[in-house]
Every structure is written in structure tokens, then in C-alpha cells.
């Protein structure tokens, strides 16, 4: 794998959630800069060193 989209949205509460295209990953933030903090971390934790992604995007919709 190459790449994982994550499609980002305003959340009804405030901040915003990540959520990646065609995987169970989730994740959510209070603005921008620590939504892309908690991508990294959910990617790094989802994908073994081997299968981890080399491009993560971020879709703000």
C-alpha cells in the first residue's frame, strides 16, 4: 500500500474528526495542526513497519 485518505470534517461538538478511506481508523482533534499529530499516531499504530503507508492525506470535505 501507498497511500490512505483521510476524509476530515467539522465535528457537531467542535474540533475535528479524520476518518480513513477503505480502514477502520478514527481519530479526532480540536484543530488542524493536532488532528495531523493524531493521523500519524493512529496510522503508526494501525500498520506493522512493513505495510505502513508512505503517503497519508488529509481531505478536508
Known amino acids: 500500500m501507498d497511500e490512505v485518505i483521510f476524509v476530515v470534517e467539522e ?13 477502520s481508523i478514527f481519530t479526532e482533534a480540536d484543530d488542524a495542526a493536532d488532528l495531523q499529530i493524531q493521523v500519524r499516531d493512529a496510522v503508526q499504530c494501525h500498520f506493522d513497519d512493513d505495510s505502513r503507508p508512505q503517503v497519508v492525506r488529509l481531505h478536508f470535505a
Request: charged content about 15%; aromatic content about 8%.
Open 11 to 23: 465535528a457537531p461538538e467542535g474540533g475535528l474528526t479524520a476518518r480513513a478511506l477503505g480502514f
